[in-house]
């Protein structure tokens, strides 16, 4: 077991939730999950695995993360940010107490975790999907989350990172009319992080480099290309370049609905905004 404590936010995650909490218990100290008032079994099935349950009207995943650090009062070296819909695999898990273990006194204050994606059931290796990477453990005190609507990332005030070798899986049980709602709810938080950049002068100056880098193409190169246009670029980036082709089916679905449906529908609701709501 290490030093750690992992906290998981929720919405009625009953079909994903024992599987996620399966996954770190053995490596856990403490598991919290900041639920936001789910309508399912999420919370009994979390009380039922061992986990610290506490509710929290839902802003955005940087608010209720926020109030998730709070809330736990934090006694463990470490703390670990995990999705519902995503878990931990035996080797990963093994590595990550490693880590966490041999690091304890280091500069190292950060483990960046790569995931695996499946989607309708099959695991996307192409398309710029795999791995998925994302900077989830930080030593308390040293890690801060930036205060998006979306696409937000830990930070690290001070330190320096490392990467787990193994992968771990983002496999999210539910359907398309899911996703489909979540992701037209993300498109209205992108929006206003997009409106939002527009006054910026400083953009990310302490993410890591991988994610600075995928910000400063995001709204410095991505943005300036006209409505319709980036959202085509974007299609054939990801399922003619990066090979996304080879993933079959599932994988032209999951390019269509990125490009042609999400990151169209932010841009229609930019359109939307400038023509109809800014006035």
């Known amino acids: ?16 939730i024992e599987e996620c909490i399966k996954s770190v218990m053995r490596i856990s100290q403490r598991i919290v999950v900041i639920d936001s008032f789910s309508n399912d079994k999420t919370v009994e099935i979390a009380r039922k695995m061992g986990a610290e349950v ?15 650090l709070e ?19 035996k080797e990963s898990s093994i590595e990550l ?7 304890e006194d280091t500069d190292v204050n950060g483990i960046i975790v790569r995931f695996e994606v499946n989607f309708l059931g099959r695991k996307l290796r192409h398309g710029g999907i795999y791995p998925f990477k994302k ?7 040293y890690g801060d989350i930036e205060d998006r609507n979306m696409d937000e990332h830990i930070v690290l005030t001070e330190g320096r990172t490392v990467e787990l070798e193994n992968d771990s899986l983002h496999y999210d049980y539910k359907d398309l009319n899911f996703w489909i709602d979540k992701h037209n709810k993300y498109s209205s938080r992108e929006v206003q992080d997009y409106l939002e950049s527009l006054s910026e002068k400083n953009d990310g100056p302490k ?36 090979l996304g082709f080879l993933d079959g089916k599932e994988g032209l679905i999951f390019a269509v609905l990125q490009a042609f449906w999400y990151r169209f529908l932010v841009d229609s609701k930019i359109f939307e905004y400038n023509k109809l709501l800014k006035r």
């Not at 506490?54 to 998730?68: L, V």
């Not at 995990?82 to 878990?87: I, K, M, P, Q």
């Open 135 to 141: 900077l989830l453990v930080f030593k308390y005190g």
């Open 97 to 103: 107490e490693r880590l966490c273990n041999e690091n």
């Open 71 to 89: 809330r736990a009062c934090i006694e463990t070296k470490w703390v670990f940010r995990l999705d519902a819909d995503e878990r931990l695999t």
């Open 207 to 242: 993410l890591d480099k991988s994610a600075k880098i995928k910000r400063i193409i995001k709204f410095k190169i991505y943005y300036k290309l006209p409505i319709g246009l980036r959202a085509l670029l974007y299609f054939v980036y990801r399922y003619f370049i990066k």
């Open 54 to 68: 506490f509710q929290n009207k839902w802003i955005n995943y940087a608010k209720q993360f926020k109030y998730g």
């Open 1 to 16: 077991m290490s030093n750690l404590t992992t906290i998981i936010l929720t919405h009625n995650e009953e079909l994903n």
